[in-house]
């Protein structure tokens, strides 16, 4: 067991029991501030295993983003104080699957393993990432961004009432007399 | 470094973000247990990157990186509809959404008329 093994430990222990409180606490916005020690416990691993610039986006973008979203969401919807009783649905059988899954990847993987050592590679700084991604994975990369902006564009789209919902908007008929004539005008210039 | 200790973290919280799928009701705590599935992947990558020596030198770590652009994508997308959900619908219980359903306007003003 060197410095490094004890971390890694540590570290997982933290970001397990806060996972285990993510899906079994029964305060909402706990569920939320739980997973921000699970994803940091994770970028504390992250770092461990001298993957440091992933360490940091995980940090930026999970911490920082994704879970302000969530509690963003949490805050919007339905924010009690104090727990809710109906959170759950009664299920042994998603504790039966959970388990498995879980229990039956770590054995895998244990066997897979054993207690056996290997040497931290050079640290995965922005420098030698950034070449690989430039260099390597340069497709991928381009079309996780088109991905993005589909993303973006379809949570717009989504989260606009007044687009994208023809049969409703005839019906309703509020405020689109002034699209045709728009449209109209810029066919008659045409 | 031991890589099995990672190795069995991830694991073991890639079960529990399997049981909090399969057991919550509220779709936000659906996503949040999604989320943890996508990191216990993400801590696969990493750690797989340390013990395997591949021919092109981290790219663990980059598959990390496009696992967590995914990830920011994917929550995105979900919480548009979450929202859009609880505004037709006044609540998140995924119990609750009918799979067989006519589209919106239609099911606004049966809605109306059953209750």
């Known amino acids: 067991m060197t410095g490094a093994d004890v971390l890694l430990l540590a570290l997982g222990a933290v970001a397990v029991g806060a996972g285990a409180l993510v899906v079994g606490t029964r305060h909402l916005v706990r569920a939320g501030l739980w997973l921000v020690v699970c994803l940091g416990a994770l970028a504390g691993d992250y770092l461990v295993l001298s993957a440091e610039l992933v360490a940091w986006v995980q940090v930026l973008i999970y911490v920082g983003a994704v879970v302000v979203l969530l509690l963003f969401a949490v805050m919007l919807t339905r924010a009690p104080i104090g727990p809710s009783d109906d959170l759950d649905r009664p299920g042994w059988p998603a504790a039966l699957i959970g388990a498995g899954s879980g229990l039956g990847l770590a054995v895998l993987l244990v066997d897979a393993f054993r207690w056996s050592r290997v040497e931290l590679p050079a640290a995965g700084t922005a420098e030698r990432l950034g070449e690989q991604v430039f260099r390597s994975w340069v497709l991928p990369f381009e079309v996780l961004s088109v991905l993005l902006l589909a993303a973006l564009v379809g949570a717009i789209v989504l989260s606009r009432p007044d687009i994208g919902r023809p049969a409703a908007k005839a019906a309703a008929g509020a405020v689109e007399p002034a699209r045709p004539v728009v449209a109209a005008d810029e066919g008659g210039r045409a | ?115």
């Open chain 2, 1 to 115: 470094m031991r890589p099995v200790i990672p190795y069995v973290t991830a694991a073991l919280l890639f079960g529990l973000g399997v049981y909090g799928v399969l057991r919550r009701r509220n779709a936000v705590l659906v996503l949040m247990a999604v989320e943890l599935m996508l990191n216990a992947v993400n801590l696969i990558l990493v750690t797989a990157d340390t013990t395997v020596r591949a021919a092109l030198p981290h790219s663990g770590q980059v598959f990390a990186l496009f696992v967590i652009v995914l990830a920011a994508a994917e929550i995105g997308v979900g919480l548009a509809i979450v929202l859009q959900l609880y505004r037709l619908r006044a609540s998140v219980t995924v119990d609750d959404v009918p799979l067989t359903e006519a589209p919106v306007g239609v099911a606004a003003d049966r809605g109306e008329g059953a209750t």
